[in-house]
């Protein structure tokens, strides 16, 4: 497989396209285009290929396999019709990039904003996002995670139902301004990470298995039958995916994948998909000279996934961890229910904050099972931590966000929480100023059948948290239209001194070098099971701090260890400055043989320094 430029699909070249299409068990393929249609040629390993100069930038197409019904191009750039109509021909070389000195931050530096493009503005597509970088650069942000932009049916979905992993999705703005979009965001300052799925495709437009056997029965997911990344003829399934992250960060200049839900990539192969992909992403980095990083979302607690290829891993960056959210979340109050039972609050968060993983092997109640494996030799810029992203708010069945499940002191004592950890931190859309929109599920499905099949899907997927009440209809535009952000408010109270409230933690955060160094060896943690709070001790050469946590709803005392000089306070998110009641203890002297007991507001949270 070539690297330095896309080899599936249509590549057009100057006055020519070649078309490389994968279709290992068809007798004939011909592409129609101009109502005429032109055969392929057999090549090695199940591909057909074509040299025209009938594919020009615009045109559209479609292939027919066994003299079957036209069908779109698998690896189509654009479906300017939808997810049933014919592809478009993009030439991706077009856009005259002007981010030749831009370098990717080190992962570490990374303060995630997680966007979802159709939400984000009134608008709904990326020449909107545009006109809100300012908002997220002056916010302290500097990298906006993208959810998944791959074409899906309609104009509404959150992304995870795509089935062209090619195309961008056009009520976005299409492949040019994506590319114009992660442009305009570099030239800001800004890194981006793009979404992207490859563990399943959605229902509706699904046309890869009329090409080839891209599905396999061997395993059973969430979504049916598994891409087949091991079984017979999966060559052509690893090099298909594999190839569209080389197109994402080579064409698009994206300078991070999220991968989504790498525990359902089914993968017995002697070499894991995953680790072949970091393989070529290393030989892409040396080609371009630029950095990527691989990011999974897994709910397996397996360091093999973010160990180096050296020491025998899959050799991703980093990897969401939920398991902190949980234990965050339970902590501040949430019901133990559905996953969430596995967490018993603060003893866990504390563990999360020392360990990563809160189950390392010891037995999970709600799995049933014993679960997980440690992490300690991983370092702190291999996990990012939250708490909430569009998971944890549009998977409950109202969509509620923090803003309105907790008081506006907890929501602050939770962004605390998160920024003080050893982690990389994320915020989902919104948060900064406390939206009180929820964040719904949401799709156009076109088949009725299929949309009401939705309907009953999300009812059952509730009955574990035992929830009465129906779910928002996920086909209504009004659902779709309700999780929209209100950008208004940000000059309205409270939520401009939420927003203000944000800034400041997150400027303490790159500021104070006892938290931007992601040291997890350097750190102590201590909880209060009985009064609900927790005290977490971070360090960096000569600079010592200490964060006080309250998570109950009255004040507690909690001791203070002694440090030579005494203690300064460098942030409270009771002071009135953040609307809180009251200003907790000031600078305090602890002596150099002794401690001292301090009084800590409710749902508070106090960070010290060194003098």
Request: charged share 20%; with cysteine; proline share 6%.
């Amino acid at each position: 497989m070539k690297i330095s430029k896309r080899t599936l699909g249509v590549v057009y070249t100057k006055e020519f396209a070649d078309v490389k299409v994968w279709a290992p068990l068809a007798k004939s393929l011909k592409l129609l285009v101009n109502e005429k249609e032109l055969q392929l040629q057999p090549a090695d390993f199940g591909y057909w290929r074509l040299s025209t100069d009938l594919l020009q930038p615009g045109t559209t197409y479609q292939f027919i396999v066994d003299d079957n019904k036209p069908l779109p191009d698998p690896c189509s750039l654009s479906q300017p019709e939808g997810v049933h109509g014919p592809s478009e021909v993009i030439d991706l070389s077009e856009y005259e990039w002007t981010d030749t000195s831009w370098k990717n931050p080190l992962l570490e530096e990374y303060i995630f904003y997680e966007v979802h493009t159709g939400c984000f503005t009134q608008q709904g597509t990326f020449a909107a996002i545009e006109e809100k970088l300012d908002h997220l650069i002056s916010l302290g942000i500097t990298a906006i995670e993208l959810m998944p932009v791959a074409q899906f049916p309609g104009t509404r979905n959150w992304g995870y139902d795509g089935v062209f992993p090619y195309a961008v999705q056009n009520s976005y703005g299409g492949a040019k301004a994506l590319q114009h979009f992660i442009d305009t965001c570099h030239q800001k300052g800004l890194a981006i990470v793009l979404d992207v799925v490859y563990n399943h495709l959605g229902p509706e437009g699904n046309y890869l298995g009329f090409y080839g056997p891209y599905f396999t029965d061997k395993y059973k997911t969430p979504w049916g039958g598994a891409l087949n990344f091991d079984d017979v003829y999966c060559d052509g399934v690893r090099d298909y995916f594999i190839e569209n992250a080389m197109m994402w960060l080579r064409d698009f200049h994206v300078d991070a994948l999220r991968i989504d839900a790498v525990h359902a990539i089914k993968d017995f192969s002697p070499i894991h998909v995953l680790r072949e992909l970091k393989s070529r992403v290393n030989d892409l980095m040396l080609e371009t000279g630029k950095s990527y990083y691989l990011i999974a979302e897994m709910d397996l607690n397996d360091p093999r996934y973010i160990n180096p290829i050296e020491k025998e891993g899959f050799g991703l960056d980093a990897q969401w961890i939920d398991e902190f959210h949980h234990a965050l979340r339970v902590t501040a109050g949430g019901e133990p229910n559905g996953y969430y039972s596995d967490f018993n609050g603060v003893e866990h968060l504390a563990k999360a904050y020392s360990d990563a993983y809160v189950y390392d092997g010891q037995y999970s109640p709600h799995r049933k099972k014993k679960f997980g494996i440690k992490a300690k030799n991983n370092p702190g810029r291999q996990f990012v931590v939250f708490s909430q992203n569009h998971d944890q708010v549009g998977n409950r069945m109202l969509g509620e966000r923090t803003s309105t499940l907790l008081s506006f002191e907890m929501q602050k004592l939770l962004a605390g929480a998160v920024m003080v950890s050893p982690f990389l931190p994320m915020l989902f859309m919104g948060e900064e100023w406390r939206e009180p929109n929820p964040f719904l599920y949401f799709v156009s499905h076109a088949d009725p059948g299929l949309a009401e099949a939705v309907r009953k899907g999300r009812k059952e997927e509730f009955a574990a948290f035992h929830l009465q009440g129906d779910a928002p209809d996920p086909m209504a535009e009004e659902t779709f239209l309700r999780s929209k952000l209100q950008w208004k408010l940000i000059n309205n109270q409270p939520h401009k001194t939420m927003l203000k409230y944000y800034t400041t933690l997150i400027h303490l955060r790159k500021c104070c070098k006892s938290l931007s160094e992601l040291n997890r060896t350097q750190l102590q943690v201590e909880h209060q099971k009985e009064n609900n709070t927790l005290t977490l001790q971070r360090w960096a050469g000569d600079e010592h701090i200490i964060c006080l946590m309250n998570f109950s709803k009255t004040r507690q005392n909690i001791m203070l260890p002694s440090v030579a000089g005494g203690w300064k306070k460098i942030f409270d998110s009771a002071h009135p400055d953040w609307l809180g009641p009251e200003p907790g203890p000031g600078e305090i002297y602890t002596g150099i043989n002794h401690s001292n007991e301090l009084t800590i507001q409710s749902e508070s949270i106090l960070i010290y320094t060194n003098q």
